[in-house]
Nanobody, 125 residues
Framework: QMQLVESGGGLVQAGGSLRLSCAAS????????MGWFRRAPGKEREFVAA????????SYADSVKGRFTISRDNAKSTVYLQMNRLKPEDTAVYYC??????????????????WGQGTQVIVSS
């Protein structure tokens, strides 16, 4: 069983930056593929970014490519999402997710077994 706790959300002006963190419980964090998803008000949950176990490979949604960076520190059991040049349309609850059964970079929510409670990001115009 893995528990995920997100932090780092908040209110920021358009063009600003935030760094989200997701701290994982357990001692086998390096065995999990990790991802970030978001749900905007009135919209479906959508993929944001993902990183495979070692951190060597990543994937991004087109809407965030070039602005967001996912990374992980396996020694700290933490995955990060650095968000730069934020836009009002980035406003959403951001969730991190983990999966141990699959290798590679996972972009579908259905691929993940564990989810955090989410952290709110609000970008004002």
């Amino acid at each position: 069983q893995m528990q995920l706790v997100e932090s780092g959300g908040g209110l920021v002006q358009a063009g600003g930056s935030l760094r989200l963190s997701c701290a994982a419980s357990g001692r086998t964090f390096s065995s999990y593929a990790m991802g970030w998803f978001r749900r905007a008000p009135g919209k479906e949950r959508e993929f944001v970014a993902a990183i495979e176990r070692s951190g060597d490979r990543t994937s991004y949604a087109d809407s965030v490519k070039g602005r967001f960076t996912i990374s992980r520190d396996n020694a700290k059991s933490t995955v990060y999402l650095q968000m730069n040049r934020l836009k009002p349309e980035d406003t959403a609850v951001y969730y991190c997710a983990a999966d141990r059964t699959s290798r590679g970079v996972l972009v579908r929510a259905s691929d993940y077994d564990y989810w955090g409670q989410g952290t709110q990001v609000i970008v004002s115009s």
